[in-house]
């Protein structure tokens, strides 16, 4: 049973700084892309970063630059390392991986004051 499991969201003024983790069961990790998606009410849900089995790595242009995704084999553990947080990266952030079908983490809620 694949499972992730998302933590470190919460509520940081602009300019702040945060890093959302995944700890993902049931895959072999070192094997798997994984990738953070972002939503806000009413919108669809969007790529923020993506990293390889190998760790290359993709963002959006909108975080590009401030964004950082990582991963740790040996923890099975993705990392976003958000820097420089504005208020419209205010969203509900998901963890991500596809193993013969897609996978979604619960979700974890960051909100960026102004």
């Known amino acids: 049973q694949v499972q992730l499991v998302e933590s470190g969201g919460g509520l940081v003024q602009a300019g702040g700084s945060l890093r959302l983790s995944c700890v993902a069961s049931?895959?072999?990790?070192?094997?798997?892309?994984m990738a953070w998606y972002r939503q806000t009410p009413g919108k669809q849900r969007e790529l923020v970063a993506r990293i390889t089995s190998g760790s290359n790595t993709n963002y959006a242009d909108s975080v590009k630059g401030r964004f950082t995704i990582s991963r740790d084999n040996a923890k099975n553990t993705v990392y976003l390392q958000m820097n420089s947080l504005k208020p419209e990266d205010t969203a509900v952030y998901y963890c991500?991986?596809?193993?013969?079908?897609?996978?979604w983490g619960q979700g974890t809620q960051v909100t960026v004051s102004s």
């Open positions: 991500f991986t596809y193993y013969w079908r897609d996978y």
């Open positions: 049931g895959i072999i990790f070192s094997d798997n892309g």
